[in-house]
């Protein structure tokens, strides 16, 4: 890479600040002013630095791609904090391209992996998935509470539609990951773990694409369950999970539980935490962070959990 490019989207701008000569310049956040930005930018490779912003930075990410610039998406609150670490207060377009800019060139950030358009598609169905699952819990609290015979029905009708919805959805999601021969390997790899259900492995797939390319601990880390050493002089606190990806972390959960009961190397390791006087939480975080770090090691060689577990 040549040099360092912040980019501060928002729905109809992008404000690029480069770090080389201090230039800046606005383009629209549509295809003209992405064929714009692309002159300006020019055909050397460059660390582009961005936050995510959902689907407004979707376009910008294929576009820079496939300009053959390497492509960093950075948390927008790491971004933030990195603002304020510089004592930077103010926040506006062109000070958050130059801050994301410098952010970049400091702290040496590598490119992060483009999602294909087939995954974005895949990311909105399961986004839409969640939605309808919050919904659903909303709707029988809802059922549970009402005594309005006209209320009731429409709740009752409410639920069956949601049913329908999801279930809609989930057959287009197997369907989608089917039709992909790489994303077929991978969910085949992933539900061969028990513990790993067709739902949890096509969230695996979508909120972590990283996986197999990673070591154990960057994996770890990435799902946000290393534990984070907090110490200072003679003091020792306890060391405790935090950052990563939220969603992820959560969607594990529920993985581990069950893997407690039917993956025998995975519940000997809750089974020994607990019988040396673990938390149970601490207990089921230590087989999350077992269970992703399987993962990882399964799609990096290539093989389900059965093969190497007759």
Known sequence: MTDTIGIDISKTTLDIYRISDGKRARFGNDASGLKAMRKWLGAAPLRVVYEATGRYHRDLEAALAAFGHHNVKVNPARA???????????????????MLARMGTVLGLEATPVKTDELHEIKELHVARVALIKDRTACRNRIGMARNKIVLAQLRARLRQIDTQIAQIDRE?????????????????????????????????????????????????????????????????????????????????????????????????????????????????????KLIVLANALIRDDRKWAEINP
């Open 80 to 98: 933030r904090r990195f603002a304020q670490a510089t004592g930077q207060g103010a926040k506006t377009d062109r000070v958050d391209a130059e």
């Open 173 to 289: 999601l197997r369907s989608r990951i089917k039709a992909d021969p790489g994303l077929a390997r991978r969910y085949e790899i992933l539900t061969s773990i028990p513990g790993v259900g067709p739902v949890a492995a096509i969230a695996l797939i979508i909120e972590m694409p990283e996986l197999g390319a990673m070591s154990s601990k960057e994996a770890a880390s990435l799902a946000g369950l290393a534990p984070i050493t907090r110490q200072s002089g003679t003091w020792k606190g306890k060391a405790r999970i935090g950052g990563g990806r939220t969603a992820l972390r959560c969607m594990l959960f529920m993985p581990a539980v069950i893997a407690t009961r039917f993956n025998a190397p995975l519940q000997q390791v809750h089974r020994t935490l607990i019988a040396a006087g673990k938390p149970w939480k601490v207990a089921i975080t230590a087989v999350m962070r």
